[in-house]
């Protein structure tokens, strides 16, 4: 059965810091898609990245960077330089393939004080 | 502009007293779904559907019934509900969801109280 386990319930930074925000999967599938979510306080569901199981590379995307590593089941999401806006609730998620469907971590609150 | 609409976003009810949550979206999506989010537990399914007139049950589907009669709305029906069905609700749509290859539109959520 597919599982997503965020460890981390909340973090607190101080602006400017780079936080790490971990996320660990269970799957039985070698097709899957990993995904990443953010629920700002206003409440609604924003989303970040999917990435599929066959495509290992890491990703960046402004102060956003994402590492997969398959060998250890992590989909990991970095903030750099993090800011006030960033934040939020930060939900990983899994979906594996045909029929089965999307499964989330209990997420992970962020608070960036300034 | 392309979105996912819920409805009604705030209700307060009482034990019992049937209500459905309206749940549409304008992107000829084939597939949705419903989800709770409560503390500490994310976001748990309750229902889905992959196209019209087919729905399937999720991972919390007691105490809930859906209907897919039209591609465009996915209502959440609670026949009688209870104060544990409290919670924040979230319609979620996406295209061709049975290839799996695509992310999930979210509405804005509803949240409800049962009293």
């Known amino acids: 059965a597919q599982k997503v386990t965020q460890a981390q319930t909340e973090i607190s930074v101080v602006e400017k810091e780079d936080v790490t925000l971990d996320c660990v999967y269970e799957t039985r599938d070698t097709t899957y898609y990993l995904f990443w979510y953010k629920q700002p306080p206003s409440g609604e569901l924003v989303f970040l990245i999917r990435?599929?199981?066959?495509?290992?590379q890491n990703e960046i995307s402004g102060r956003y960077s994402w590492n997969f590593q398959k060998s250890t089941s992590s989909f990991n999401f970095t903030i750099t330089a993090s800011q006030v806006v960033d934040s939020a609730v930060y939900f990983c998620?899994?979906?594996?393939?045909?029929?089965?469907?999307?499964?989330f971590g209990a997420g992970t609150r962020l608070t960036v004080k300034p | 502009e392309a979105q996912v609409t819920q409805n009604p976003r705030y209700l307060i009810t009482v034990t019992g007293k049937k209500l459905t949550v309206t749940c549409s979206q304008n992107m000829n999506h084939e597939y949705m779904s419903w989800y709770r989010q409560d503390p500490g537990l994310g976001l748990r399914q309750i229902y889905y559907?992959?196209?019209?007139?087919?729905?399937d049950k999720g991972d919390v589907p007691e105490g809930y019934k859906v209907s897919r009669k039209e591609k465009r709305n996915f209502p959440l029906i609670l026949e009688s509900p209870s104060p544990n069905q409290t919670s924040l609700y979230f319609c979620?749509?996406?295209?061709?969801?049975?290839?799996?290859?695509?992310?999930?539109?979210f509405g804005e959520g509803s949240r409800l109280t049962v009293l």
């Open positions: 559907s992959m196209n019209v007139e087919v729905t």
């Open positions: 979620a749509s996406s295209l061709n969801r049975g290839r799996n290859t695509g992310e999930l539109f």
């Open positions: 998620a899994l979906s594996e393939s045909l029929y089965n469907d999307m499964r």
């Open positions: 990435r599929n199981s066959f495509d290992e």
